[in-house]
């Protein structure tokens, strides 16, 4: 079965996990987190991969180090 890759923007990235952490609200992280370990556990680095930076991303809007909306700029 063949896939296509789909590449999101780091904007795209930001709104997916702000979206993420409005409908889970403090569950989020967890939820993100438990992802990384399944699909690591499961073999499947680039899904684990996506929940990581989610997770990142996460903890970047907790800490109101991005905001949605706002113009990103990566270091």
């Known amino acids: 079965m063949a896939t296509s890759k789909t590449h999101l923007t ?3 990235m930001v709104r997916l996990a702000s979206d993420f952490a409005e409908e889970h609200g403090a569950h989020a992280s967890d939820y993100a987190w438990r992802a990384v370990i399944c699909f690591e556990a499961d073999g499947e680095g680039e899904r684990a991969y996506f929940w990581f930076l989610l997770l990142v991303m996460l903890g970047d809007l907790a800490h109101h180090h991005i905001e949605p ?3 990103i700029t990566i270091h």
Do not use: I, P
């Open 69 to 71: 909306g706002a113009a």
């Open 10 to 12: 780091t904007g795209d």
